[in-house]
T-cell receptor, first 113, second 109 residues
Framework: NAGVTQTPKFRVLKTGQSMTLLCAQD?????MYWYRQDPGMGLRLIHYSVGEGTTAKGEVPDGYNVSRLKKQNFLLGLESAAPSQTSVYFCASSVAGYRNEQFFGPGTRLTVL | RKEVEQDPGPFNVPEGATVAFNCTYSNSASQSFFWYRQDCRKEPKLLMS???SGNEDGRFTAQLNRASQYISLLIRDSKLSDSATYLC??????????FGKGTTLSVSS
């Protein structure tokens, strides 16, 4: 049981490049989330999904898109990366909504030059 | 006022000490409260949920005061392995959880 996994672990992009971060969970969780964590800012919710085929905006959605085509996968896309998107990105999943524990992946460290 | 506020610390304590962390939240409609732990360069992990009546898990005790919109975490008999950042987490309306910026604890021998 791997829990929540994220691919890649590290990435360096140039401004304007695009990329997709992949999150996978094997716990059959309905809810999945993408957060970013910056020094002094704490974790901030980018987008989330309450089930296969659904997505919703979080606190800081601009510059990101997401898709949840399969229940176990949640993809985060950066269409045109900017230096302000340099951050550590965490994916999480939970059985249901806010009453339930969120399980986090190990994170992706992204640098945009 | 920020939604979830914590004293960032760092708290530097010797092994065996008792240390308390505080957290305040702004949304009086919040219903779910948690403490997460995050080790350096690692992902956050749930430490414990916080219930209205207060709850204890070994050396850890969490308290909730809804009237004051205040949450606390008490760690007794601190261990070196308790060194980490402790995140206060509160739900906003609907699905979203709001994370505090965290309080850093360093336990030394």
């Amino acid at each position: 049981n791997a829990g929540v996994t994220q691919t890649p672990k590290f990435r360096v992009l140039k401004t304007g490049q695009s990329m997709t971060l992949l999150c996978a969970q094997d716990m059959n969780h309905e809810y999945m989330y993408w957060y970013r964590q910056d020094p002094g800012m704490g974790l901030r919710l980018i987008h989330y999904s309450v089930g296969e085929g659904t997505t919703a905006k979080g606190e800081v959605p601009d510059g990101y898109n997401v898709s949840r085509l399969k229940k176990q996968n949640f993809l985060l896309g950066l269409e045109s990366a900017a230096p302000s998107q340099t951050s550590v990105y965490f994916c999480a999943s939970s059985v249901a909504g806010y009453r339930n524990e969120q399980f986090f992946g190990p994170g992706t460290r992204l640098t945009v030059l | 006022r920020k939604e979830v506020e914590q004293d960032p610390g760092p708290f530097n304590v010797p092994e065996g000490a008792t240390v308390a962390f505080n957290c305040t939240y702004s949304n009086s409609a919040s219903q779910s409260f948690f403490w997460y732990r995050q080790d350096c360069r690692k992902e956050p992990k749930l430490l414990m949920s916080v219930y209205s009546s207060g709850n204890e898990d070994g050396r850890f005790t969490a308290q909730l005061n809804r009237a004051s919109q205040y949450i606390s975490l008490l760690i007794r008999d601190s261990k070196l392995s308790d060194s980490a950042t402790y995140l206060c987490v509160v739900n906003q309306a609907g699905t979203a959880l709001i994370f505090g910026k965290g309080t850093t604890l360093s336990v030394s021998s």
